[in-house]
């Protein structure tokens, strides 16, 4: 019989690479997507196997026409029912102000973070609805619940995002589709965004102020609890919560 | 010496052209800008006319590029400083599950509720930052706050146009720039789009049931409240506000 | 005839005392009420009559068993119809840690923020539902939307004003009851509470740094805010809004 | 060695003994109080004991004084060090209008769902913060985040009780204490409580109109959310988070 896949838009070296390795050491196939890095996405799949796990990547640039829904379409031919889909893609270009924000830049973000996950959502729901279950882990931003500045393409395209969840939460939950909506609301230790995004050296340098082993968000452990959230029973599904490390101040907070 | 300018982007025969009237009547001159029906326009600036106001009238399609740009460059060359703008565009399109919600349908939300937000924003901030003043009152709904079934393009744009508006005023705001998040939670007694949406026939049904006086959010009553807001003392500014009928359920007691 | 009155629960020199300028303005008779300093409250009614306005002082110990409930009833007795409440009371007493904040302290928060309004609400609703409409205008504070470090007392208090607001609302609003919760998201250029707060060196050192005219909340110009809320025709009624400087930082940008 | 304690103020049939049986599963000591009903307290005990957990139970009015204060003592300087509160008081009274919400009701339900909850904390927490470490899982309800219609006290009381966990997470948490605030939105299969307040042919015929396995919340799935979120890494916390059955509505679309 074939295992359950769980599919992840968005799978580098933070949550989406280890939300893949937990899926798999729960008994799913991972089936891992990522827009480049041909190299890491093979030593996540190798690191997966070689625990035992069972997993596949696929180098794919969510922007272009027909790229998510022709890897979901070929997932659910050859590999197996898309059980659960970890959507992790990011829209976090940093702070820029309303004049340097161009067009193009604002569309993008949109395109990542909104109409990728309605493309998606367009794409799996079919096959869920089929089979009556299914869940959506929707890795989500602080710019998703207020817009700061600097963050006009972000906090909009996240705003979106997080109401898309809730209409589909509200079309899909009665007919089985366990939507979730996941507020990061922190910095994740992560090389490949947070990592990229500051640089090696003040990436580290964040890394040992605040503290290696809690003091960011540890994917490995976050991946915990998007493991938990997909196994909740039906009669008491989580829509929304939110995740920071101890010594973050939440949003609300700030 | 010119009047300052009320630009309503999206001004039917509902809030827009009421807006335009009232801001007319308190001393500004309106452009009046819609997509269609040149007829209707010109009742509008007539009428604003006869009252002894000022006021013009363009047929602008906000989606087409470079259409809401060109207004403003003119705008403000030709007629005079735009001190407020009322963006009043909406993109309800009634209920559609996510299998009848096609891209283009998604898409066109979000060019309507959110894009069209950033560029006027992009277009006319400028000119107000040079001017160290300007009103921004953006008409909201509540799908900016919640997602509903059937919601799913309408909600992922306007809660990308709430974001925007607080990442607008996060960095506007302290530069002079009023941007006001105005959520519409209710149904608006408006023959232009709530009229158009249900039928001529319905909609007076509607109209009759609800109490044809003040059971629907009356539009000349709702411009009170955008005027009043546009002249607040800079010390006591509101960002975010709620209008609804007396009889209506707020968005959380549904 | 009897003038209209507006009772002003919490009449200080900032918010309450030009609230119910504004209103005598208006033409309602305001009904002054305040804790202590007779002699301040002396000079607020004067400064209305100076005006040609219409008002009455009175002290009074909100969390004293009678006290409102004994006003209410003697205003309406004897002076005219409560139109409309201001309920002004604040509970803030400065940061405490858990440790620093007794049981006593705790409770007295909630006799002041949450008990009183809704002793007021019982008082005053019965007299504005035989009349079919009223009006309350609720000062709230950042506190009723985020519980902050320090804010035990404070924030659990106006937490529960908040909900008892939305309840009043749903109960009330459909039977011609206006209820306002009005979140004042910044500190007040208001001497018997701020000033108090700070201590008269500090708040002088406040005012200049953040510009003494726009740079805290000036309640002159808030109370036009109150005033216009009051007057909304009931198809367009706003129950909750902000008000904060334009440089203040809004709550969900800190 | 002594067990880490599990102190389950509120420990009924439904939510509140399910989290005591499924932390004593997870090797704590479960120190089980009810305000009522030895029998169903012993026989809870029971079968925790029957299946090798650890259990004792406690009659205890939370109102009164001094009761949980003594309680929380007792079991420190007795049975072990409190690892984990399940704050687990209701104060929901089915829905009341204004006019029939005595103050007495009124005051019990902030009695209940406010201010038992900050004593608790003030008596636990000293402990804690000795230790570093403890985690606070507060059951909260709908009526936390909106008020509706009948519910001045309830949404008063847990209006208050979510701004006092933001305040309490706000201090607490940087000192390794988690606190979480669940937001259970939507009816809970548990007898003590909703058949309690249905009574029991209603009870029982809701149970089978929504379908006895998943339609209502089920005590003992919701319980392993509880265990899991107790169980996060400190790097990874979550503070708000909601459960309802996949068949609910969530509250922002009813």
């Not at 996405?41 to 026409?65: C, Q």
């Not at 794409?123 to 869940?135: D, F, I, Y």
């Not at 939460?169 to 089985?176: C, K, M």
Request: include cysteine; hydrophobic fraction near 40%.
């Amino acid at each position: 019989m074939k295992k359950p896949v769980c599919l992840v838009i968005g799978a580098g070296a933070g949550i989406g690479g280890n939300v893949g390795k937990r899926f798999a050491r729960g008994g799913y196939h991972a089936v891992l997507c990522r827009r480049s890095d041909q190299e890491g996405l093979d030593a996540l799949v190798e690191s997966i196997r070689s625990e035992g796990g069972s997993a596949t990547g696929f180098l794919l640039n969510a922007v272009e026409e027909g790229s998510i829904e022709d890897r979901v379409a070929a997932t659910e031919a050859e590999v197996g029912p898309i059980e659960v889909v970890a959507f992790n893609l990011g829209a976090q270009i940093g702070n820029r102000s309303l004049a340097d924000t161009s067009y193009k830049v604002f569309e993008l973000g949109w395109q990542m973070a909104t109409f990728a996950l309605f493309r998606t959502a367009s794409a799996v729901c079919p096959h869920m609805l089929e089979r009556g279950k299914g869940t959506f882990l929707v890795t989500s931003a602080t710019a998703a619940v207020r817009g700061n500045a600097g963050q006009h393409s972000h906090a909009a395209a996240m705003g979106g995002r997080r109401m898309l969840c809730q209409t589909l939460n509200a079309e899909l939950a009665p007919q089985g589709i366990h939507i979730v909506h996941i507020l990061v609301d922190g910095a994740v230790d992560a090389p490949d965004t947070l990592g990229k995004m500051l640089g090696p050296e003040e990436f580290q340098k964040l890394r040992e102020t605040r503290g290696q082993e809690d003091g960011l968000l540890v994917p490995e452990h976050m991946a915990e609890t998007y493991f938990h959230i997909a196994q909740q029973h039906r009669s008491s599904w989580t829509h929304e919560l939110d995740l920071r490390s101890f010594t973050d101040l939440a949003w609300w907070n700030h």
